[in-house]
C-alpha cells in the first residue's frame, strides 16, 4: 500500500490568510491526488482532482499543486466558512488510502 | 441532482452481521463504481470496498478482506455491503460514494458524491 503523510495535522489561522497543507507519499503516484473538504457530522467533498484541477462550484480560493510524491493545497484568503478538516487521497493503486487529515481551526 | 442515502446501520454484537445498503438516484448508476468508505469516530477516512459498474471486479481493504462482501444490484440502483464477522473496530460511520469515472473513460478512484453515512457500532 501507498503511504502519505499529510501535514500539519491542525492548523491555526485567521480569516482572510493564506494557508498551505502537505501531503507526501511514500512513493510516485504520478497526479493522481485528490483533497476533500469534511465539515462536522457532514460527509466529505470533493474541492480538487488529479492533484490541481478544480471540482466544479469549489471557489477558486482553493488551488492544488505537485506531482510525483510531493502535493500541496492551498487556500488563498481564508473564509470563515473554511474552517473544517482536509483530507488527501491517493487513487493511483488500489487501496486507495487517505492521509490522516488537517484540522483547520480559527485562531 | 445525485444522491447517495445508505441505511442498515446500527448496533450489533461482536462476531454479528449487519447489511448496509445504499439507495442512488440523480445519474445513472449502472454506468458508474461505487465504493464504500468508512470513518471510525474522531478518526480520519478509510477506503472500504470498491465495485465495478457491472460488478464484474471488486477490491477490498486488507482490514475487512474475507469478511465483507460488497454487491450492487443495478435493476435496483442499489449497492450494498454485506458485514460478517463484526469486530470492534469495525464500528464507524459507513459512507457509499459514487467513483468518478463512469464505464466509457479511463478508471480513476475518487469520489465525487458522498452519501450522509449511516452509522455502525459493534459493542456487546
Known amino acids: 500500500a501507498i503511504w502519505m503523510t499529510q501535514s500539519p495535522s491542525l492548523l491555526s489561522a485567521s480569516t482572510g490568510d493564506r494557508v498551505t497543507i502537505s501531503c507526501r507519499m511514500s512513493q510516485g503516484i504520478s497526479s493522481y491526488l485528490a483533497w476533500y473538504q469534511q465539515k462536522p457530522g457532514k460527509a466529505p467533498e470533493l474541492l480538487i482532482y488529479a492533484a490541481s484541477t478544480l471540482q466544479s462550484g469549489v471557489p477558486s480560493r482553493f488551488s492544488g499543486s505537485g506531482s510525483g510524491t510531493d502535493f500541496t493545497l492551498t487556500i488563498s484568503c481564508l473564509q470563515s466558512e473554511d474552517f473544517a478538516t482536509y483530507y488527501c487521497?491517493?487513487?493511483?493503486?488500489?487501496?486507495?488510502?487517505f492521509g490522516q487529515g488537517t484540522r483547520l481551526e480559527i485562531k | 441532482q445525485v444522491q447517495l442515502v445508505e441505511s442498515g446501520g446500527g448496533v450489533v454484537q461482536p462476531g454479528g452481521s449487519l447489511r448496509l445498503s445504499c439507495a442512488a438516484s440523480g445519474f445513472t448508476f449502472s454506468s458508474y463504481g461505487m465504493h464504500w468508505v468508512r470513518q471510525a469516530p474522531g478518526k480520519g477516512l478509510e477506503w472500504v470496498a470498491f465495485?465495478?459498474?457491472?460488478?464484474?471486479?471488486?477490491y477490498y481493504a486488507d482490514s475487512v478482506k474475507g469478511r465483507f462482501t460488497i454487491s450492487r444490484d443495478n435493476s435496483k440502483n442499489t449497492l450494498y455491503l454485506q458485514m460478517n464477522s463484526l469486530r470492534a473496530e469495525d464500528t464507524a460511520v459507513y459512507y457509499c460514494a459514487k467513483d468518478s469515472s463512469s464505464w466509457y473513460g479511463p478508471p480513476e478512484y475518487y469520489f465525487d458524491y458522498w452519501g450522509q453515512g449511516t452509522l455502525v457500532t459493534v459493542s456487546s
Open positions: 465495485i465495478r459498474y457491472d460488478g464484474s471486479n471488486k
Open positions: 487521497q491517493q487513487y493511483y493503486s488500489f487501496p486507495v488510502t
